[in-house]
T-cell receptor, first 115, second 116 residues
Framework: NAGVTQTPKFRVLKTGQSMTLLCAQD?????MYWYRQDPGMGLRLIHY???????AKGEVPDGYNVSRLKKQNFLLGLESAAPSQTSVYFC??????????????FGEGSWLTVV | AQKITQTQPGMFVQEKEAVTLDCTYD???????LFWYKQPSSGEMIFLIY??????QNATEGRYSLNFQKARKSANLVISASQLGDSAMYFC?????????????FGSGTRLSIRP
């Protein structure tokens, strides 16, 4: 029962470095999401995907790129990391999006620090 | 554009009292869903309750109920008989957009602290 797995869980980057966060789900879900959560704040939607090969911008997409080449994986890329991107990143997946209740599965989060 | 607003950054409540956490939303989509999540200090997101925009009755799940007032665009969470373990961050969320499902956004949260 892996559910939603995020890698890496912790990472420290220098300003200007690039990195990719991987989200993998083994539930055959169509919908996948990337959020960031800053201290004491809510989750803000970065990008999301409604199926393999499709992506869409969320509330705060600038500075991030995503890809969904395989249905089970949703990658979040930072091309040139900035200190403002220091945050906890959550991935989520769902088979019905937001049409029903307890159908959204979250990963455990990835702590990213940019120095 | 869709928007979720939680106007209470923090609340203190005495144990065993009922508490209402406020949430207002804005969307132009006729079909949408409203969620409440709990996030304890350990960080995981715990689903509490869901309300569909076309649901006729307010949703209830154990000690949780959602006071859905569609005309006022509010979806307040009511916790009856609060417990110490209810101390956590609480987030209201809304799904809307393509197929009324695909985009899910969150409010800024309310930190609830239960006093013994």
């Amino acid at each position: 029962n892996a559910g939603v797995t995020q890698t890496p869980k912790f990472r420290v980057l220098k300003t200007g470095q690039s990195m990719t966060l991987l989200c993998a789900q083994d539930m055959n879900h169509e919908y996948m999401y990337w959020y960031r959560q800053d201290p004491g704040m809510g989750l803000r939607l970065i990008h999301y995907s409604v199926g393999e090969g499709t992506t869409a911008k969320g509330e705060v997409p600038d500075g991030y790129n995503v890809s969904r080449l395989k249905k089970q994986n949703f990658l979040l890329g930072l091309e040139s990391a900035a200190p403002s991107q220091t945050s906890v990143y959550f991935c989520a997946s769902s088979y019905v999006g937001g049409r029903s209740g307890n159908t959204i599965y979250f990963g455990e989060g990835s702590w990213l620090t940019v120095v | 554009a869709q928007k979720i607003t939680q106007t209470q950054p923090g609340m203190f409540v005495q144990e065993k009292e009922a508490v209402t956490l406020d949430c207002t939303y804005d969307t132009s989509d006729p079909s949408y869903g409203l969620f409440w999540y709990k996030q304890p200090s350990s960080g995981e997101m715990i689903f509490l309750i869901y309300q569909g925009s076309y649901d006729q009755q307010n949703a209830t799940e154990g000690r949780y109920s959602l006071n859905f007032q569609k005309a006022r665009k509010s979806a307040n969470l009511v916790i009856s008989a609060s417990q110490l373990g209810d101390s956590a961050m609480y987030f209201c969320a809304m799904s809307s957009g393509y197929s009324s499902a695909s985009k899910i956004i969150f409010g800024s949260g309310t930190r609830l602290s239960i006093r013994p």
